[in-house]
Every structure is written in structure tokens, then in C-alpha cells.
């Protein structure tokens, strides 16, 4: 007879099914399929146990497996640790399994097998699935600082250790908020929707109500975790000093403008080189003379014809 069990630091319950195998009697029998819930904390080791009873076969050979993902490689095969858990595994008592340092990437079915020649039923086995959760760290937390009434605001919270994954909760000066504020009518000044799966707060308007400390915890079947407590300030905005600044900054717009127009008339900007280096007379060209008059105070061209 072969049966299986798990042993290990707070190894949880230990639960099955009757498994599949031939309904005669024989030497060895398939007692159950157990299944294995581990909680990582600080744990150094699990042993995955494979017990024989009332074989006749002195030296029965003994092979673990391992099946994750829909895919079946070696644990223990040939006499030695094969695949990922060469350097984390050994056998105990020639049967049982004991794996060292165990992660969450170990959640798999192990199957033992054993091949009894001198046995009416010379093969058995018997499965064992193990489930390593590990508990959830402290959330990364955002929270806005402060939010203008009626507009919308979005809280998140993350973690990515905790294994099976964590739902969240969200905590309003230690109050419990709803999914569906409307479900509450505690909360009917509020308009949020709280997401359990991703972890996001999300209000559509704010309102004065909402001002407070909030925190997000972090479950599983394994713990909890929280982040610290993050004040979010719900304020009104002032009209009045909105349209009093947007007057001052039109104001000193038309201040600066009035100057550089007032400027350029007095001749501020206007270029006074005009020298005897800078004026030059135009060209005189053949065949015309230049005459000045003092009743016309100007000049003035007179042609002369050459015959």
C-alpha cells in the first residue's frame, strides 16, 4: 500500500479525493490524493511524504515527477534530483520528498511512483498537490494631496508578492468604503466605485465628504498588508480670485502696451544718425543743373539742351 501526505513549517490542511486506479485487491493499494496548502512565511522546507506498506519487494524502485502547466518532468529519477530542484531537493527515507527553499513557483502536482516487481500490482502511485501561498507585502499606495469639489479623483494601490493574488479594500479614516458607494446609504454624499481586483478608488466628483486619510490593505488567504494613511483634501475653488487675478494679469498687459506705444511716439525707438556721413545728395546726372531759390526754399532742376 502507498499513501502520501505533506509535512513541512505550517503546512495547512492536507485535503483529497479517492483516486483513479484498478478496483482489485492487490499488495499495494492507492489510499488518496491528497492535497497540500503551504503558507510561505519563513520556510526552509517542505516534505512531500510517500509512504509503502505490506510490499514484498525488499528494494522497490521509486521515481518523482512533477506536473505544472500541463507539462510532466523529473523530480527523482535514476537515484538523484533531476531538473529545477537539483540543488533544492533530497530523498528521506528512500521515498519521501524533501524540497528546500520553497517558492511559489513549486505550486505543482508531484506524483511518486513506485515499481514493486515481486508485487500482484508491481506499479503505484499516488499524487500530491502542493500550494505554496506566500502573504502579501505592504501595498503601494497613491493618493492625490488635494482635489477641487467636482472633479474627479483616482486612488491606486499595488502589490506583487503576495501569491495566491491579493484583493483590496479601502479605508477612509478607518471606515471600510463599499465597492458602489450608491450601495451604501451611509455614503450617499459620495460618488466612487471601488475595483477589489486591480485595486483603484476611483470617484467621479468629489465632494467636501471625501476630504480624510485613506490606506489600502491587501489580502489573501495567506495575510494582509497595508500601506500608511495618506491625507486627500477636498477644497472649493474661489471664482472670485480666479476672475480678480485674471483682471490683474489684463491690467499690466495694457499697462506694458500703453508704455511702448507712448515710447515709440516720443521717437524712443527711432534711429537719430543722420550725419553728414550718413546723408549723402543724390547723383547729378548729365545735363541737369541744380538750383536753389529763396522763395521756394527747396531745390529744384532745371534741363539744358546742348544744340
Same mark, same amino acid.
Given at each position: 500500500?502507498?499513501?502520501?501526505?505533506?509535512?513541512?513549517?505550517?503546512?495547512?490542511?492536507?485535503?483529497?479525493?479517492?483516486?483513479?486506479?484498478?478496483?482489485?485487491?492487490?499488495?499495494?493499494?492507492?489510499?488518496?490524493?491528497?492535497?497540500?496548502?503551504?503558507?510561505?512565511?519563513?520556510?526552509?522546507?517542505?516534505?512531500?511524504?510517500?509512504?509503502?506498506?505490506?510490499?514484498?519487494?525488499?528494494?522497490?524502485?521509486?521515481?518523482?515527477?512533477?506536473?505544472?502547466?500541463?507539462?510532466?518532468?523529473?523530480?527523482?529519477?535514476?537515484?538523484? /534530483?533531476?531538473?529545477?530542484?537539483?540543488?533544492?531537493?533530497?530523498?528521506?527515507?528512500?521515498?519521501?520528498?524533501?524540497?528546500?527553499?520553497?517558492?511559489?513557483?513549486?505550486?505543482?502536482?508531484?506524483?511518486?511512483?513506485?515499481?514493486?516487481?515481486?508485487?500482484?500490482?508491481?506499479?503505484?502511485?499516488?499524487?500530491?498537490?502542493?500550494?505554496?501561498?506566500?502573504?502579501?507585502?505592504?501595498?503601494?499606495?497613491?493618493?492625490?494631496?488635494?482635489?477641487?469639489?467636482?472633479?474627479?479623483?483616482?486612488?491606486?494601490?499595488?502589490?506583487?508578492?503576495?501569491?495566491?493574488?491579493?484583493?483590496?479594500?479601502?479605508?477612509?479614516?478607518?471606515?471600510?468604503?463599499?465597492?458602489?458607494?450608491?450601495?451604501?446609504?451611509?455614503?450617499?454624499?459620495?460618488?466612487?466605485?471601488?475595483?477589489?481586483?486591480?485595486?483603484?478608488?476611483?470617484?467621479?466628483?468629489?465632494?467636501?465628504?471625501?476630504?480624510?486619510?485613506?490606506?489600502? /490593505?491587501?489580502?489573501?488567504?495567506?495575510?494582509?498588508?497595508?500601506?500608511?494613511?495618506?491625507?486627500?483634501?477636498?477644497?472649493?475653488?474661489?471664482?472670485?480670485? /480666479?476672475?480678480?487675478?485674471?483682471?490683474?494679469?489684463?491690467?499690466?498687459?495694457?499697462?506694458?502696451?500703453?508704455? /511702448?506705444?507712448?515710447?515709440?511716439?516720443?521717437?524712443?525707438?527711432?534711429?537719430?544718425?543722420?550725419?553728414?556721413?550718413?546723408?549723402?545728395?543724390?547723383?547729378?546726372?548729365?545735363?541737369?543743373?541744380?538750383?536753389?531759390?529763396?522763395?521756394?526754399?527747396?531745390?529744384?532742376?532745371?534741363?539744358?539742351?546742348?544744340?
Amino acid at each position: 500500500m502507498v499513501t502520501g501526505a505533506g509535512a513541512g513549517p505550517r503546512a495547512g490542511r492536507v485535503r483529497g479525493e479517492r483516486a483513479r486506479g484498478p478496483s482489485a485487491a492487490l499488495d499495494m493499494a492507492l489510499r488518496r490524493r491528497p492535497s497540500l496548502v503551504l503558507l510561505l512565511l519563513v520556510v526552509r522546507g517542505v516534505e512531500l511524504s510517500c509512504i509503502i506498506t505490506d510490499s514484498q519487494t525488499n528494494d522497490p524502485r521509486i521515481e518523482w515527477k512533477k506536473i505544472q502547466d500541463e507539462q510532466t518532468t523529473y523530480v527523482f529519477f535514476d537515484n538523484k /534530483i533531476q531538473g529545477d530542484l537539483t540543488d533544492r531537493a533530497e530523498l528521506l527515507g528512500k521515498t519521501s520528498l524533501k524540497i528546500w527553499n520553497v517558492t511559489r513557483t513549486d505550486s505543482a502536482l508531484y506524483r511518486c511512483e513506485v515499481v514493486a516487481r515481486n508485487d500482484r500490482k508491481e506499479i503505484d502511485e499516488i499524487v500530491i498537490e502542493l500550494t505554496v501561498q506566500v502573504k502579501p507585502v505592504a501595498p503601494v499606495c497613491r493618493v492625490p494631496r488635494a482635489v477641487p469639489v467636482g472633479k474627479a479623483a483616482t486612488l491606486s494601490c499595488q502589490e506583487g508578492e503576495g501569491f495566491p493574488r491579493p484583493h483590496y479594500s479601502w479605508y477612509r479614516n478607518d471606515v471600510p468604503l463599499p465597492t458602489d458607494s450608491r450601495a451604501n446609504p451611509r455614503f450617499r454624499n459620495s460618488s466612487f466605485v471601488l475595483n477589489p481586483e486591480t485595486g483603484t478608488l476611483v470617484f467621479s466628483a468629489v465632494h467636501k465628504e471625501d476630504s480624510g486619510q485613506y490606506y489600502c /490593505i491587501a489580502s489573501n488567504d495567506a495575510g494582509s498588508a497595508r500601506c500608511e494613511e495618506q491625507d486627500m483634501e477636498v477644497y472649493d475653488l474661489n471664482i472670485g480670485g /480666479i476672475i480678480g487675478g485674471v483682471l490683474v494679469v489684463l491690467t499690466v498687459l495694457a499697462l506694458i502696451t500703453g508704455g /511702448i506705444c507712448c515710447a515709440y511716439r516720443r521717437g524712443y525707438f527711432i534711429s537719430h544718425n543722420r550725419n553728414g556721413e550718413s546723408y549723402k545728395n543724390p547723383g547729378k546726372p548729365d545735363g541737369v543743373n541744380y538750383i536753389r531759390t529763396d522763395e521756394e526754399g527747396d531745390f529744384r532742376h532745371k534741363s539744358s539742351f546742348v544744340i
